[in-house]
């Protein structure tokens, strides 16, 4: 089992930034790719962005490429995704998430991560 618990969240306008923060607890050891999923009032979740384990690879969702940046710190069991250009359409909940069953590939669906946080709310203001 591992807890994943987000914080960083809120209010901000167009253009403005966020930094999220993810840490986990609990069997870390084992744990390899960490990503960032949202879900918008009345959509389904979907996929933001997602970082290996020994953070050298990063992949992003088309939307947001460019804008978020996804960092991870080991150390800290820690994952951080910086939020620069924040626009109304990023208003969602967003989730961190982790991976223990592909050691070769990034999952970059929702399916494919196993544990997940309770979320944390960013609203963008036009």
């Known amino acids: 089992q591992v807890q994943l618990v987000e914080s960083g969240g809120g209010l901000v306008q167009a253009g403005g930034s966020l930094r999220l923060s993810c840490a986990a607890s609990g069997r870390t050891l084992s744990l390899l790719a960490m990503g960032w999923l949202r879900q918008a009032p009345g959509k389904e979740r979907e996929f933001v962005g997602v970082i290996s384990r020994d953070a050298g690879s990063a992949y992003y969702a088309d939307s947001v490429r460019g804008r978020f940046t996804i960092s991870r710190d080991n150390a800290k069991n820690t994952v951080y995704l910086q939020m620069n250009s924040l626009k109304p359409e990023d208003t969602a909940v967003y989730y961190c998430?982790?991976?223990?069953?592909?050691?070769?590939?990034?999952?970059?669906?929702?399916?494919?991560?196993?544990?997940w946080g309770q979320g944390t709310q960013v609203t963008v203001s036009s």
């Open positions: 998430a982790a991976d223990f069953r592909h050691p070769r590939v990034v999952p970059t669906t929702v399916g494919e991560f196993d544990y």
